[in-house]
């Protein structure tokens, strides 16, 4: 079903480099701030990362796929890059090392 949030990340094509972008986006109210500041780990790949960042990532990655992989086939040689602003850095982060290590 839908979800009633502003969206966490976005996607879209850079015609200049060629590429698909994952953007995704750092927090922005207090609510958000008191989440982050409770950082437990968790394990992640071969070691432990930020709790809230590993479910972001999780949830990014299962909510993006389908439309990544309508992008990729709509664009053929284009590459994925995954970026983030202040907490969504580390998802990004974190997305990356996921994607990578399949």
């Keep these: ?40 780990a968790t394990p992640f790949l071969n070691g432990h990362a930020h709790k809230g960042m590993v479910e972001s990532s999780k949830r990014i990655i299962e909510e993006s796929r389908e439309t990544l992989n309508k992008a990729f086939k ?10 983030g602003h202040s907490l969504g850095g580390g998802v990004a ?9 399949r």
């Design 93 to 101: 982060v974190l997305t990356t090392m996921s994607i990578l290590s």
């Design 74 to 83: 709509m664009y053929p040689g284009y590459r994925l890059v995954i970026t």
């Design 1 to 40: 079903g839908l979800h009633n949030h502003v969206p966490h990340f976005m996607i879209f094509t850079d015609e200049f480099t060629k590429s698909v972008v994952l953007a995704i986006k750092g927090t922005d109210n207090a609510k958000d701030g008191i989440l982050n500041g409770v950082a437990s």
